[in-house]
């Protein structure tokens, strides 16, 4: 079946460490995202890549990296920079870019809950 | 003023009502909108998605736009208990990226 994998599904973080959430897709799509939710609130862009090798910072990238080696895998890397980590972290995948033609549809992973021990 | 804008709810409705969610926007250059339906722990599941002004009917769901006003809303007729969930508005800026919007809660009750 095609889709988007994220792992872990819960991952918990010690102070000063730093935790990578996977994001895998099969679904040939060019772009990915990585967005962040916390309770009560929508959601917010963290990182995007068009293109394999190319990447955007979204609204909140500070204590974030990310790398786009291979299409189909973008994973999230959570720094000990970022001070407030605790959230539900999302991956989604689109075809293309724009997002405004009829197929260009965002598509999400299961999620990723972060807790700080 | 925050670029996607929602009631956060709850909205409560009985088993059978016509539920409608507003969103409005900010940037007049929006080209596409969304709506994502997201249960509690879970991923946004698309919902519906609209991109001309008017009404776009699947199922029981129906989205309306209005680009004048800049406000997209979420009709859902015979609503279910199956149906109570937070439902977000995502709105397309710049063409490479989706604002989302807090999201509505809303509960229908038997």
């Known amino acids: 079946d095609g889709g988007i994998t994220q792992s872990p599904k819960y991952l918990f973080r010690k102070e000063g460490q730093n935790v990578t959430l996977s994001c895998e897709q099969n679904?040939?799509?060019?772009?990915m995202y990585w967005y962040r939710q916390d309770p009560g609130q929508g959601l917010r862009l963290i990182y995007y890549?068009?293109?394999?090798?190319?990447?955007q910072k979204g609204d909140i990238a500070e204590g974030y990296s990310v790398s786009r080696e291979k299409k189909e895998s973008f994973p999230l890397t959570v720094t000990s920079a970022q001070k407030n980590p605790t959230a539900f972290y999302l991956c989604?995948?689109?075809?293309?870019?724009?997002?405004?033609?009829?197929?260009?549809?965002?598509?999400f992973g299961s999620g990723t809950q972060l807790s700080v021990l | 003023q925050k670029e996607v804008e929602q009631n956060s709810g709850p909205l409560s409705v009985p088993e059978g009502a016509i539920a409608s969610l507003n969103c409005t926007y900010s940037?007049?250059?929006?080209?596409?909108f969304f709506w994502y339906r997201q249960y509690s722990g879970k991923s946004p599941e698309l919902i519906m998605s609209?991109?001309?002004?008017g009404d776009k009917e699947d199922g029981r769901f129906t989205a309306q736009l209005n680009k004048a006003s800049q406000y997209v809303s979420l009709l859902i007729r015979d609503s279910q208990p199956s149906d109570s969930a937070t439902y977000l508005c995502?709105?397309?800026?710049?063409?490479?990226?989706?604002?989302f919007g807090t999201g509505t809660r809303l509960q229908v009750f038997p």
């Open positions: 989604a995948s689109s075809i293309g870019q724009a997002l405004v033609r009829t197929n260009e549809k965002l598509f």
């Open positions: 679904l040939n799509h060019d772009a």
């Open positions: 890549s068009q293109i394999v090798n190319d990447f």
């Open positions: 940037d007049r250059g929006s080209q596409s």
């Open positions: 609209i991109y001309s002004n």
């Open positions: 995502a709105v397309n800026k710049n063409t490479d990226k989706l604002i």
